[in-house]
């Protein structure tokens, strides 16, 4: 987990940096991955290295991402010759092409943009192990309600929790439950199309009317959705956080095929 290069102790406690004290922890949750030899592993907000090191020890190629001075510094120290350390904010680096994987035990505070940035990024990881809050996970997996983000998130990628911390594996040890999310991309043909399914979620989302077809009926007309809504089972009066992955997914099916230039252009 990052350090800011100002760190001090007040700056610890606004970026919720709780580092993994054990290393057999570790190596119990990389199993959760299922990575191939030789995988390309992102170790995001590397900290002192307890990830990198044992990823290393396993032969896996490592690029090890930290902020802070100090703790790069450290990094360099150990890994320079075994693994590639950058020096940067995990929330601006360019993602590599080609397959690649990510575990990453970030500040809690920046949680959600590293998970957004997961999906946005051109490149996009096969897989991810990703430490976070018990209430942040459960927002960006929909399990307390669907949004855009869970929408995304779940129509590229399943979703699940594979592992709850003890504050005790932690130093300092957190207040809050902390648990270990792991994605894994899904076969989808949304991936194709990743950019445009992106922005007719978001405009879907964004236009904040009593039901969804009211948000999108300059895209549809009342008879097509209708035949959405049998098709898809879903109620025409529905809202958007009621309908389910596969029926959003039915959905823009149906517009990416059907919905013409025109009206395709007001979505973005």
């Known amino acids: 987990m990052q350090r800011d290069n100002n760190y001090n102790s007040k700056t610890r406690q606004t970026y919720a940096q709780n580092f993994v004290k054990n290393p057999s922890l570790i190596r119990y949750i990389i199993d959760f991955i299922r990575l191939p030899e030789n995988s390309l592993i992102l170790d995001l907000g590397a900290g002192e290295g307890i990830i990198t090191r044992e990823l290393l020890k396993r032969n896996y190629r490592v690029e090890a991402i930290e902020l802070d001075s100090e703790l790069y510094q450290q990094l360099q120290k150990e890994f320079q010759d075994k693994a590639k350390i950058i020096q940067k904010d995990i929330r601006q680096i360019q993602y590599p092409e080609g397959e690649f994987y990510i575990i990453s035990n970030p500040p809690f505070n920046i949680f959600s943009e590293l998970i957004?940035?997961?999906?946005?990024?051109?490149?996009?990881?096969?897989?991810?192990?990703?430490?976070?809050?018990?209430?942040?996970?459960?927002?960006?997996?929909?399990?307390?309600?669907?949004?855009?983000?869970?929408?995304?998130?779940?129509?590229?990628?399943?979703c699940e929790?594979?592992?709850?911390?003890?504050?005790?594996?932690?130093?300092?040890?957190?207040?809050?439950?902390?648990?270990?999310?792991?994605?894994?991309?899904?076969?989808?043909?949304?991936?194709?199309?990743?950019?445009?399914?992106?922005?007719?979620?978001?405009?879907?989302?964004?236009?904040?009317?009593?039901?969804?077809?009211?948000?999108?009926?300059k895209i549809f007309t009342y008879e097509q959705w209708k035949r959405l809504a049998k098709t898809h089972q879903f109620n025409p009066k529905a809202t958007p956080s009621e309908l389910s992955i596969s029926q959003w997914k039915g959905i823009y099916h149906y517009y990416l095929a059907s919905v013409d230039a025109q009206k395709k252009r007001l979505v973005g």
Not at 119 to 136: D, H, M, R, T, V
């Open 116 to 158: 957004k940035n997961i999906y946005l990024s051109p490149n996009n990881p096969e897989a991810a192990l990703i430490f976070g809050q018990k209430e942040a996970i459960e927002r960006v997996i929909g399990k307390t309600e669907p949004s855009i983000i869970s929408i995304i998130l779940n129509s590229l990628y399943n």
């Open 161 to 217: 929790v594979v592992y709850t911390f003890e504050p005790a594996d932690f130093s300092p040890a957190p207040s809050v439950v902390v648990e270990l999310l792991r994605l894994e991309k899904l076969p989808s043909s949304i991936w194709k199309h990743k950019d445009d399914y992106i922005k007719f979620i978001s405009y879907a989302f964004s236009q904040q009317k009593s039901s969804l077809y009211k948000n999108l009926e």
